[in-house]
């Protein structure tokens, strides 16, 4: 966004215009379309974060990010080797996906990690993540799917329209005294999503919180992979599988999964 403010400002400027014509038509032209793709490239990205620097820590030291990561996503190290996020278009998507696939997968070790302890204590019992499909419930299977297919089709298909038009959805107060936020996608804010206000801050504290949130996601989604995997393979739950390799580091790890019985 502040680039496309800049460009705009610099365009208005006649004083400008004259040193262009001292650089070679071919620079000038690569320039200016440079210029358009990293423009392109924050299209659909937040205004409201503080973009990051250029000199940004990167997934390799010493590596050069691709043009269309600028620094203007949270948690952008500039980590895409297959070359995705090329097209501006899709760059948007892949963020808002990653961003709720985070969401979930924090939520969900939260949820498998949670009532472990809780059986632990003695508050469940007979509690497994792994087989909570299993599990006999206030109603049958095909009602919960069903109740559950309608609530997040309809959540989902109000996130889709505010992804389409920005700020369209917009479930908060609407009080005189209170100002609302800017809309931006993916963080709704306001008072039910963000009752302490901490998006309402300046750019630079957004885009620090933000970047810890997209981190700590990408970390749940690992965490995910890690309990099915040993799910599958050792039938424990993580933390049993936890306190086991404590107990023997040596035979309990990630290696024994490739040893043959």
Same mark, same amino acid.
């Given at each position: 966004? =502040?680039? =496309?403010?800049?460009?705009?400002?610099?365009?208005t400027?006649?004083?400008?215009? !004259?040193?262009?014509?001292?650089?070679?038509?071919?620079?000038?032209?690569?320039?200016?379309?440079?210029?358009?793709?990293?423009?392109? =490239?924050?299209?659909?990205?937040?205004?409201?974060?503080?973009?990051?620097?250029?000199?940004?820590?990167?997934?390799?030291?010493?590596?050069?990010?691709?043009?269309?990561?600028?620094?203007?996503?949270?948690?952008? @190290?500039?980590?895409?080797?297959?070359?995705?996020?090329?097209?501006?278009?899709?760059?948007?998507?892949?963020?808002?996906?990653?961003?709720?696939h985070?969401?979930?997968a924090?939520?969900?070790?939260?949820?498998?990690?949670?009532?472990?302890?809780?059986?632990?204590?003695?508050f469940?019992?007979?509690?497994?993540?792994?087989? =909570?499909?299993?599990?006999?419930?206030?109603?049958?299977?095909?009602?919960?799917?069903?109740?559950?297919?309608?609530?997040?089709?309809?959540?989902?298909?109000?996130?889709?329209?505010?992804?389409?038009?920005?700020?369209?959805?917009?479930?908060?107060?609407?009080?005189?005294?209170?100002?609302?936020?800017?809309?931006?996608?993916?963080?709704?804010?306001?008072?039910?999503?963000?009752?302490l206000?901490?998006?309402?801050?300046?750019?630079?504290?957004?885009?620090?919180?933000?970047?810890?949130?997209?981190?700590?996601?990408?970390?749940?989604m690992?965490? @995910?992979?890690?309990?099915?995997?040993?799910?599958?393979?050792?039938?424990?739950?993580p933390?049993?599988?936890?306190?086991?390799?404590?107990?023997?580091?040596?035979?309990?790890?990630?290696?024994?999964a490739?040893? !043959?019985?």
């Open positions: 966004m =502040a680039l =496309a403010v800049a460009s705009s400002s610099l365009s400027l006649p004083s400008r215009e !004259s040193p262009r014509k001292w650089f070679p038509g071919k620079i000038a032209a690569s320039a200016s379309s440079a210029a358009r793709t990293r423009v392109k =490239a924050t299209k659909g990205v937040s205004s409201v974060c503080e973009p990051l620097p250029p000199d940004r820590p990167l997934w390799f030291p010493g590596s050069s990010p691709p043009e269309w990561l600028d620094g203007s996503l949270p948690g952008d @190290f500039g980590f895409d080797p297959l070359g995705l996020g090329s097209d501006p278009e899709l760059l948007k998507w892949f963020a808002q996906a990653e961003l709720m985070s969401r979930w924090m939520l969900g070790v939260a949820g498998i990690l949670i009532p472990e302890l809780l059986g632990r204590a003695g469940l019992e007979n509690y497994s993540w792994y087989n =909570a499909g299993t599990q006999e419930y206030f109603a049958d299977t095909t009602t919960l799917f069903v109740v559950q297919l309608a609530l997040m089709g309809w959540v989902e298909g109000r996130r889709w329209a505010d992804m389409i038009k920005p700020g369209s959805v917009d479930i908060d107060f609407k009080l005189p005294h209170i100002k609302k936020p800017k809309p931006d996608v993916g963080y709704p804010g306001g008072f039910w999503f963000d009752p206000m901490w998006g309402r801050g300046s750019p630079e504290p957004v885009m620090v919180l933000r970047t810890k949130e997209i981190k700590n996601g990408r970390l749940a690992l965490a @995910f992979v890690g309990f099915w995997f040993q799910a599958i393979y050792t039938g424990d739950s933390i049993e599988n936890l306190l086991n390799h404590i107990a023997d580091p040596g035979h309990c790890n990630i290696f024994s490739f040893k !043959s019985s």
